[in-house]
């Protein structure tokens, strides 16, 4: 398999997880901005932060920046600015133009949803749905991108290029529930607290962003508490978009593509880095405090950082050889 395709299915894994991701945020994010006692900008602003678009965000639009008018701002830049490479416009195309690069390899019902996504988000119609029903919007991109989710599974064979789609989507969903949570940690931890009820409201909101209200509520039968949701969206192992599942499940895809007994092959430094990064929350999941989530997360985020990085270096930027290819089936 050559580096130009695994590249191009990494990639789009990861920019199919990332708009999943950025329109269930902007999507829970405006329900919270009407229902919780909060001023605009502490709400609106976190999305900016967990996206890592702060220090360009406020460059370019921070100056002028009132309270009344943030959550349009924000909401816009996350959406549809050409600029921002986080964006859910900049997130589509990218998804599809490495779905195009790869076509030989994904199924055609993958890139007829992929390349109607991309379509539909390009036409008017997406516009009027943007401006008219918001809700709407944000629901049919989840919706879309969830639906190619599942046609991964059912439409290609379990090999070599589905477990590099797979590794992406699982690095880039765990750093996204890392930045969330982190991002909440602050904001509504550390911030001055507030009535009981606003704060349960809060981390509820937080649940939501990462699809988690349902799973927490069967196995926490009381109050959502910091404690708690923190616990479970780091560690809990059943559950798809914890921290821990996350880097479980990318160690194991990793370990098809490249068997850790194959000395032979590239990516021996990659993954004995993420090995040392899922007993290392392993080990954590014990003993955890809302004191030392800040540390935690922003390791997780260093780490699966210098792993993506890591594999670009040693795996995606060469050719990754037949044998490869032989190892995973």
């Not at 989710?149 to 059912?154: A, K, N």
């Not at 797979?166 to 509504?188: F, I, K, N, P, Y």
């Not at 962003?209 to 109050?223: I, L």
């Amino acid at each position: 398999m050559i580096s130009r395709v695994a590249d191009s299915c990494f990639w789009f894994g990861r920019y199919l997880e990332r708009t999943e991701a950025t329109a269930r945020l902007l999507y829970v994010t405006r329900n919270l901005a009407m229902d919780a006692e909060l001023e605009a900008k502490q709400c609106w602003l976190p999305v900016v932060i967990v996206s890592g678009e702060e220090p360009r965000f406020m460059a370019r639009l921070g100056p002028q920046l009132s309270n009344e008018r943030v959550g349009d701002v924000v909401e816009f830049y996350m959406s549809w600015d050409e600029n921002n490479l986080s964006s859910i416009r900049s997130s589509v195309e990218a998804a599809r133009e490495n779905a195009r690069s790869i076509r030989e390899v994904i199924s055609l019902e993958v890139w007829e949803a992929i390349n109607e996504m991309y379509l539909w988000l390009g036409s008017e119609v997406a516009r009027d749905e943007y401006h008219s029903a918001r809700y709407s919007f944000y629901k049919r991109l989840r919706q879309g991108c969830q639906l190619i989710s599942g046609l991964l599974r059912s439409t290609m064979l379990h090999e070599l290029p589905l477990n590099f789609i797979w590794l992406g989507m699982l690095l880039e969903r765990g750093s996204q529930t890392a930045r969330v949570v982190d991002v909440h940690h602050h904001a509504l931890v550390l911030h001055e607290r507030t009535h009981q009820v606003i704060e349960t409201a809060l981390w509820l909101s937080l649940l939501r962003v990462c699809s988690a209200y349902e799973p927490f509520t069967k196995k926490n039968r009381g109050r959502a508490t910091g404690d708690a949701v923190a616990a479970f969206l780091l560690f809990e192992g059943l559950f798809p978009k914890s921290i821990a599942y996350c880097i479980r499940e990318a160690r194991s895809r990793f370990a098809v593509i490249r068997p850790p007994d194959r000395t032979d092959l590239p990516g021996g430094l990659t993954q004995a880095r993420l090995q040392a990064l899922d007993r290392w929350m392993r080990e954590r999941a014990e003993d955890v405090s809302l004191g030392d989530i800040h540390e935690l997360l922003t390791h997780v985020v260093d780490e699966v950082a210098a792993i993506c990085t890591g594999l670009s270096r040693e795996v995606l930027g060469q050719a990754f050889v037949a044998s490869a290819m032989e190892s995973a089936q």
